[in-house]
């Protein structure tokens, strides 16, 4: 099994080349996904920008979305008893569910953030998901893609 995240680096959209190491680049890349005799996995958040011809040689394509809300609540509380945060109350709970961007990415970023800003209470918790967000281009609703 192969899996490379982040493909878009290695599979961008021809048509946008400004060099031809950028479509040769492409071209060989696309060759050897055909010849790979294994399970081929690869994941971006970019997938509007992967060139047509990769697109078709993917035979499932999976596109995850942000979190819901009952997704963020579950996160939420399972990397609060990770972290030792005591439990969080509605007030925190329905500021979370504000959040239509997190995705498990926000969570974990947060995580690593703790050993050296440490959280202490489930509002801090949120307020760091919220900074997370805030650092995001896009303001509305927008989806990840998956291939």
Not at 39 to 47: L, P
Not at 86 to 109: H, M, N, Y
């Amino acid at each position: 099994m192969l899996l490379l995240d982040e493909v878009d680096g290695f599979l961008q959209d021809r048509r946008v080349a400004r060099a031809s190491w950028e479509v040769t680049g492409v071209n060989e890349m696309l060759t050897q996904m055909e010849s790979f005799p294994g399970v081929f996995i690869a994941s971006t958040n970019r997938m509007e920008g992967l060139d047509q011809a990769a697109l078709r040689r993917f035979d499932l394509k999976i596109e995850f979305d942000y979190l819901k809300p009952e997704q963020s609540q579950a996160l939420f509380q399972n990397y609060c008893a990770a972290l030792g945060i005591e439990d969080a109350g509605d007030g925190v709970q329905s500021r979370l569910a504000q959040l239509p961007l997190l995705t498990p990415g926000d969570f974990a970023t947060v995580a690593r953030q703790h050993r050296f800003r440490p959280l202490m209470t489930p509002a801090a918790f949120v307020d760091a998901l919220e900074e997370e967000c805030a650092l995001k281009p896009e303001r509305q609703k927008a989806t990840m893609g998956f291939i």
